[in-house]
């Protein structure tokens, strides 16, 4: 009984992992939120000043990687889809209010520790974007590896039935529950990946009883394979449980290390 409630506690340390979309408006004027200081951020043209960020490493900038590039700005590139897209924009006044939302920029992040091809990852998330939103053209696209997590920035233009929506494509929280609970389905087994949100109440009862009665219906290989798809992923992210639950010393670790 013992061993079965240190294996509960272990268990409750292990942190897995996530994938998050946040989405962001972005507009053509402002102080903040536009396409120009997206296309300074992302594509690092400027100082590092105007970035808006401390953490970048000037040193790791050359692995960041484009999966869509973008000739000349963000700016002129949305501004050419909309104009082809739709047919009054030269005429409707709507197009110039100062508040209207020409892009959605998309963050792709993971929970800190997670360990994976990144590139191979965010080609993934790429494809379920455009699957997701198979009418909004990609401006832009890059992996970011010199801002601590490696994470990815899209640009899109959002139309939705032909009309530009920006609002209503980055959406709120259901829109945002929505997106990660899609994007979970398209590539967690694939990746390890856990639940974009946590079970509160009923519906964390209900999904341990679930949870529970699918692992004792397994056969022991099916049991196996089930495991390593979570251990694998906890390991990288806290091996100090595993290394004591297997009875590995940390004098042998710190003399691995050493040599």
């Not at 609970?181 to 990946?193: D, E, R, T």
């Given at each position: 009984?013992?061993g079965?409630?240190?294996?509960?506690?272990t268990l409750?340390r292990?942190q897995?992992?996530?994938?998050?979309?946040?989405?962001?408006?972005?507009?053509?004027?402002?102080h903040?939120?536009?396409?120009?200081?997206?296309h300074a951020?992302?594509?690092?043209?400027t100082?590092?000043?105007?970035?808006?960020?401390?953490?970048?490493?000037p040193?790791?900038?050359?692995?960041?990687m484009e999966?869509?590039?973008?000739?000349?700005?963000?700016?002129d590139k949305?501004?050419?889809?909309?104009k082809n897209?739709?047919?009054d924009?030269?005429?409707?006044?709507?197009?110039?209010?100062s508040n209207?939302g020409f892009?959605?920029?998309?963050?792709?992040?993971?929970?800190?520790?997670f360990n994976?091809d990144f590139?191979?990852?965010?080609i993934?998330?790429?494809?379920?974007?455009k699957?997701?939103?198979?009418?909004c053209p990609i401006?832009?696209a890059?992996?970011?590896?010199?801002e601590?997590?490696?994470?990815m920035?899209?640009?899109?233009?959002?139309?939705?039935?032909?009309?530009?929506?920006a609002?209503?494509?980055?959406?709120?929280?259901?829109?945002?529950t929505?997106r990660?609970?899609?994007?979970f389905?398209?590539?967690?087994k694939?990746?390890?990946?856990?639940?974009?949100?946590?079970?509160?109440?009923?519906?964390k009862?209900?999904?341990?009883?679930?949870?529970?009665?699918?692992?004792?219906?397994?056969?022991?290989?099916?049991?196996?394979?089930?495991?390593?798809?979570?251990?694998?992923?906890s390991?990288?992210?806290?091996?100090?449980?595993?290394?004591?639950?297997?009875?590995?010393g940390?004098?042998?670790v710190?003399?691995a290390?050493?040599?």
């Amino acid at each position: 009984m013992h061993g079965i409630a240190n294996n509960v506690m272990t268990l409750r340390r292990v942190q897995m992992h996530k994938v998050n979309i946040k989405a962001h408006v972005l507009k053509l004027n402002g102080h903040k939120k536009t396409l120009f200081l997206a296309h300074a951020h992302n594509t690092r043209v400027t100082s590092k000043r105007l970035f808006g960020y401390g953490k970048i490493d000037p040193e790791l900038t050359h692995l960041n990687m484009e999966l869509v590039s973008c000739d000349g700005s963000f700016e002129d590139k949305a501004i050419e889809i909309v104009k082809n897209t739709v047919s009054d924009f030269d005429t409707n006044k709507k197009y110039r209010h100062s508040n209207r939302g020409f892009a959605v920029e998309f963050v792709f992040t993971v929970t800190a520790g997670f360990n994976c091809d990144f590139y191979a990852f965010y080609i993934d998330c790429l494809e379920w974007l455009k699957s997701y939103l198979p009418n909004c053209p990609i401006v832009h696209a890059v992996i970011h590896f010199d801002e601590g997590i490696p994470h990815m920035h899209v640009i899109i233009v959002p139309f939705l039935d032909g009309k530009l929506q920006a609002s209503k494509v980055s959406g709120y929280i259901q829109t945002s529950t929505e997106r990660n609970i899609s994007i979970f389905n398209y590539l967690g087994k694939k990746y390890g990946l856990t639940y974009p949100m946590y079970l509160r109440g009923a519906a964390k009862r209900t999904g341990i009883k679930l949870a529970i009665e699918a692992y004792n219906s397994l056969s022991h290989e099916e049991a196996i394979k089930v495991l390593s798809q979570t251990v694998i992923p906890s390991i990288y992210n806290n091996p100090e449980v595993f290394l004591h639950a297997m009875d590995i010393g940390y004098e042998k670790v710190f003399g691995a290390s050493q040599k």
